[in-house]
């Protein structure tokens, strides 16, 4: 039974609230983040999305979502702001129309949410990214959109992989800075986790936000468990040809996600890399057909199976939200175990860094100690890699916000950076220091 074989136990087998209907997702789990503008509601504001959810509330909209009538509800608010934004820049109220295009992406990027997998959705992502990059190209630092190269990727995966990118205007080719990668997660895009670059700018680290496979843009194939692999070669490549960045200084932080690819990456590119960081990914029982069986109805906003079976390349040739797609993702999940493919039993040169909430509903806890044992633990059998773990108690996905302070130290203690990781959590509530 999955309450006996995981350490949340019961709480397994209990249907969340806010899968009941759209109107209890906002009022008990997204209501307090989007007035906070934290995610999923960066760069945004809540007097942006009371309209909205309550055009929802009334069309009394609930799972399974019809997500081309879901993604519609937005798109009213969101091209008010985009036009509100033109207006604003066009007079040369340049501060106003940063703001306005970023809350414009927001109200796109929840549209879009928590995958673009309806026709609606997609044109959501596709606006909300030049909506997102009109705004970042206003900040006091701009964001830039770069296209790196996929010179490692196979013919049928895309030639190139979008990234954010942001350099300290300190850097030179005489004095190059530390980069930072943030590997993206299963809904949250580069047009969102840019909120944390402006404040390694100011401690003069480099950022590169990218997308993991089968999200975003990222072109690698998402049901082939090796193409990560290519995608992070040839992204890594391309960094070495960055004269103003110092390739010996390189940290990768996932996220949820792509913390599972973090880990991933520390152990095959580990030569190439200071350190990892998984921030609540999973690594092998993620992947556990009876833990799937029950994820749809707990701690995620929607329907967490169907969106990584959708991730991970299932489902996409016929509707997503049917079963079939599912089905199979269950039958080939296993393929994905870091465990069982032997990535955890490498050596690697890199330093990692494993964190998560004890109680996380959305990839489980024991696939933390999984990768400490493989990993590290070399009296137990493991590796013997410098790997550490740290466990939040009572918290949720990726223990938040305590987790944030423990990982942004270890980054200022391995950079040596002055250690003002409050500075990090300011620019957050600033929204990225526009």
């Known amino acids: 039974m999955a309450d006996q074989k995981y350490y949340t136990k019961d709480a397994i087998l209990k249907t969340a609230a806010h899968h009941e209907s759209f109107q209890q997702l906002w009022e008990t789990k997204w209501k307090e983040p989007c007035a906070m503008g934290v995610y999923p509601f960066m760069f945004g504001d809540i007097a942006d999305f009371k309209p909205i959810v309550e055009s929802i509330v009334k069309k009394n909209l609930k799972e399974p979502y019809n997500w081309d009538e879901y993604s519609e509800c937005f798109f009213p608010q969101a091209e008010l702001l985009a036009q509100a934004a033109q207006r604003a820049e066009d007079a040369g109220n340049i501060e106003d129309a940063c703001r306005l295009f970023l809350r414009s992406s927001a109200v796109y990027r929840i549209a879009r949410f928590p995958a673009p997998r309806s026709a609606k959705q997609r044109e959501a992502w596709t606006k909300g990214k030049e909506v997102f990059y009109k705004g970042a190209g206003l900040m006091t630092y701009p964001i830039t959109e770069q296209h790196v190269p996929h010179t490692y990727g196979l013919p049928h995966e895309g030639k190139t992989i979008p990234v954010n990118l942001l350099v300290p205007p ?123 069986d029950e994820v749809n109805k707990l701690e995620y906003p929607f329907d967490l199976a169907n969106t990584l079976a959708y991730k991970f390349g299932y489902g996409r040739d016929f509707d997503p939200n049917s079963p079939a797609g599912l089905g199979e993702f269950k039958k080939h999940a296993a393929k994905f175990s870091l465990l069982k493919d032997g990535t955890l039993s490498k050596k690697t040169k890199a330093k990692l860094l494993v964190v998560n909430g004890d109680m996380d509903e959305i990839f489980p806890i024991e696939d933390l100690w999984v990768a400490l044992d493989t ?38 203690g391995l950079l040596g950076l002055d250690g003002d990781i409050m500075h990090h959590i300011k620019m957050l509530r600033a929204k990225g220091a526009l």
């Open 375 to 412: 990993s590290g633990n070399k009296a137990r059998g493991g590796a013997g890699n410098d790997i550490r773990g740290r466990v939040i108690k009572e918290k949720k996905h990726m223990g938040e916000p305590e987790s944030f302070f423990m990982i942004l130290e270890w980054i200022h």
């Open 170 to 292: 300190s850097a030179s080719t005489s004095s190059p800075v530390p980069l930072l990668v943030i590997f993206t997660g299963l809904d949250g895009y580069r047009t969102e986790l840019a909120v944390w670059q402006r404040g390694f700018l100011d401690k003069g680290v480099a950022t590169v936000v990218v997308e993991i496979p089968g999200t975003g843009d990222s072109p690698a194939d998402p049901s082939d468990p090796t193409s990560p692999d290519r995608q992070w070669s040839s992204l890594l490549e391309w960094v070495k040809t960055q004269s103003n960045i110092d390739a010996s200084k390189i940290i990768i932080w996932g996220f949820s996600t792509g913390g599972y690819y973090a880990l991933r990456a520390g152990h095959t590119h580990g030569d190439q890399l200071l350190g990892a960081i998984s921030l609540g990914g999973g690594a092998h029982h993620m992947f556990d057909p009876e833990w799937l």
